[in-house]
T-cell receptor, first 114, second 114 residues
Framework: KAGVTQTPRYLIKTRGQQVTLSCSPI?????VSWYQQTPGQGLQFLFE???????NKGNFPGRFSGRQFSNSRSEMNVSTLELGDSALYLC?????????????FGPGTRLTVT | GDSVTQMEGPVTLSEEAFLTINCTYT??????LFWYVQYPGEGLQLLLK?????DKGSNKGFEATYRKETTSFHLEKGSVQVSDSAVYFC?????????????FGIGTKLQVIP
């Protein structure tokens, strides 16, 4: 099976712009989660989607949003970019809900805001 | 809320040394516990997991035992190799209102020198 893919891998944006990141989960996986990884804060949960519905959301401002399509592919959007949004954004998929299931991570999108 | 505590590191060891990375958690209920590993430039990948008390997860020479009485899930390996150099994340998942909630530790960087 193909793994989780994320596009683009690298992105440079300017403050105030917006950005859309894409994630394709492993075939058959219905749950997609997004994380922000920074050296200072570690891995922080953004949100989780399951069957096109947002089931869970972390403590991020409303500038961060996401959606999931019927084929389970997911996108996240960040509007009005700030310097502090520079990070590695990781997407992870899981076959279904339930705490016993591990997550499968993509390689991440490295976002740099200048 | 739920939390995971682990040392940030870096932990520097010589090849063939014994490794312990401590992980303790706080959770209301009975979480599943995971260790993920992140190699440079890559996303996270599952190393091992345990879903109930006294379970031992193992993979690639790494082991961790779910200790409910001490709320711990320490990672151990008897003889590390240079190729084990990576960042290791302890994580817990809980079922919450029909979905899973994932909490990661800060990550521990391991450097193994020849």
């Amino acid at each position: 099976k193909a793994g989780v893919t994320q596009t683009p891998r690298y992105l440079i944006k300017t403050r105030g712009q917006q950005v859309t990141l894409s994630c394709s989960p492993i075939s058959g996986h219905r749950s997609v989660s997004w994380y922000q990884q920074t050296p200072g804060q570690g891995l922080q949960f953004l949100f989780e989607y399951f069957s096109e519905t947002q089931r869970n959301k972390g403590n991020f401002p409303g500038r961060f949003s996401g959606r999931q399509f019927s084929n389970s592919r997911s996108e996240m959007n960040v509007s009005t970019l700030e310097l502090g949004d520079s990070a590695l954004y990781l997407c992870a998929s899981s076959p279904r809900g339930g705490s016993a299931y591990e997550q499968y991570f993509g390689p991440g999108t490295r976002l740099t805001v200048t | 809320g739920d939390s995971v505590t682990q040392m940030e590191g870096p932990v520097t060891l010589s090849e063939e040394a014994f490794l312990t990375i401590n992980c303790t958690y706080t959770a209301t209920g009975y979480p599943s516990l995971f260790w993920y590993v992140q190699y440079p430039g890559e996303g996270l990948q599952l190393l091992l997991k345990a879903t109930k008390a006294d379970d031992k997860g193992s993979n690639k020479g790494f082991e961790a035992t779910y200790r409910k009485e001490t709320t711990s899930f320490h990672l151990e390996k008897g003889s590390v190799q240079v190729s084990d150099s990576a960042v290791y994340f302890c994580a817990l998942t809980m079922d919450s209102g029909g979905y899973q909630k994932v909490t990661f530790g800060i990550g521990t960087k391991l450097q193994v020198i020849p």
